[in-house]
Every structure is written in C-alpha cells, then in structure tokens.
Nanobody, 125 residues
C-alpha cells in the first residue's frame, strides 16, 4: 500500500502562482509514476499532468501546458506541481495519484492505483 498526502493549496489572485506537494509513504518502491488530477464543483475529475517517478518523462493536459510544471524529488518521496499564471478555471480540488501506470494510460483516472485526499486551490480577485 501507498499513502499520498497533498499540501500547498490556497487562494491566489488570477495570474498568481502556487506549488502543490504530494508526499508518498509506504511501499513506494512499487511506484512507476505519479500524476495530478483536479475536480471542480459539478465537474468530473480531470487529468492535469503526470511524470515517471524518476522524472525521466512527463505529460501535460493542453489546458495547463506552458503554465504548470510537474516534478519529483525521489530522495524525499515527493512530487510537485508548480502552477503559474493561474486562471479562474484552474480553481478545483487537486488530487495526487500514483501507481504502476503505463504512459499511454496516464490520462485515464481509472488506471491509477493510489490517491490522496486532495488540496483546494481557489483563484479569485
């Protein structure tokens, strides 16, 4: 089993930045990759970005490409999502996910094995 805990959410103004952190614990040696998803009120949980746990490969949803950066620090068992130029449409609960998911399945939320409880991001002036 793997436990995931997100942190770093908050309220920012449009155009602002936030950095989310996901701390993994437990049987982390089973992890091949990590990802971030988000869910706004009344909407389905959507893919944001994913990365191999070693950081060798990553992928982004078109809506966040060039604004968000996903990264990992394997020495600390952490994954990060650095978000710049935040827009009101980015407001959501952000969830970290992890597992042994092949890259071609990263965008499928059903493919992920482990989930955190989420951290709230609000974008408001």
């Amino acid at each position: 089993q793997v436990q995931l805990v997100e942190s770093g959410g908050g309220t920012v103004q449009p155009g602002g930045s936030l950095k989310l952190t996901c701390l993994a614990s437990g049987n982390i040696y089973s992890l091949y990759c990590g990802g971030w998803f988000r869910q706004a009120p009344g909407k389905e949980r959507e893919y944001v970005a994913a990365i191999t746990w070693t950081g060798s490969s990553n992928d982004y949803a078109d809506s966040v490409k060039e604004r968000f950066t996903i990264s990992t620090d394997t020495s600390k068992n952490m994954m990060f999502l650095h978000m710049d130029a935040l827009e009101p449409d980015d407001a959501a609960v952000y969830y970290c996910a992890a597992g042994a998911v092949l890259p071609q399945n990263w965008r499928n939320r059903e493919a992920w094995d482990y989930w955190g409880r989420g951290t709230q991001v609000a974008v408001s002036s």
